[in-house]
């Protein structure tokens, strides 16, 4: 167990929906980072966040958003759903930016159907 | 921009012997760090170990070490004593010292271990 939890487990929804996807990093971490992995993609950097504010941002369409919150908790928010977004998204934390390793949760199987 | 390439879709290995997974990577930056993820069926991703590349010396965990090839850019993960809860898909990440700090994933290597 990472120490990082991600809810739900799994989501099932349909093509134009929207979800989000929440993410609890290790405690006293305070940078939390969203991948995406998916068959065609592999796993992908979507986006960071450091103590609330966003850091870094990789290949995050933009129908997609993420905040963290002042508990540092964050969600990831998945908009006018496609079924090529179906993926697992995982969440990780570190303590901070630098030279840090990330532990990643269990995951959010998403299947838009 | 950085690359990470692994040339070995599938491994497998006995129970008790001793396996090489391969890892290549792109970059023009000197300062970096490596990492071997693993993911069992149970799709979580659990850190193996972790090379920092300023350190000449091979980072090992247990059962786990590393052939950290700087100048050929080759970050090689070794498993003695196979055992049959290592088998998983085994990614390998790059993660510079200096820019974003995201993970850059290789496509992984699925291993199988049979009895």
């Known amino acids: 167990d990472s120490g990082v939890t991600q809810t739900p487990k799994h989501l099932i929804t349909a093509t134009g929906q929207r979800v989000t996807l929440r993410c609890s990093p290790r405690?006293?971490?305070?940078?939390v980072y969203w991948y995406q992995q998916s068959l065609d993609q592999g796993l992908q950097f979507l986006i960071q966040?450091?103590?609330?504010?966003?850091?870094a941002k990789g290949n995050i369409l933009e129908r997609f958003s993420a905040q963290q919150f002042p508990d540092l908790h964050s969600e990831l928010n998945l908009s006018s759903l496609e079924l090529g977004d179906s993926a697992l998204y995982f969440c990780a934390s570190s303590v901070d930016q630098r030279r840090e390793t990330q532990y990643f949760g269990p995951g959010t199987r998403l299947l838009v159907l | 921009a950085q690359t990470v390439t692994q040339s070995q879709p599938e491994m497998s290995v006995q129970e008790a012997e001793t396996v090489t997974l391969s890892c290549t990577y792109d970059t023009s930056e000197s300062d970096y760090y490596l990492f071997w993820y693993k993911q069992p069926p149970s799709r979580q991703m659990i850190l193996v170990i972790r090379?920092?590349?300023?350190?000449?010396q091979n980072a090992t965990e247990n059962r786990f070490s590393v052939n950290f090839q700087k100048a050929a850019k080759s970050f090689s993960l070794k498993i003695s004593d196979s055992q049959l809860g290592d088998a998983a898909m085994y990614f390998c990440?790059?993660?510079?010292?200096?820019?974003?700090?995201?993970?850059?994933f290789g496509t992984g290597t699925r291993l199988q271990v049979f009895p």
């Open positions: 990440a790059y993660r510079s010292a200096w820019d974003t700090d995201k993970l850059i």
């Open positions: 405690s006293g971490d305070l940078s």
């Open positions: 966040y450091y103590n609330g504010e966003e850091r």
């Open positions: 090379q920092e590349a300023y350190k000449q």
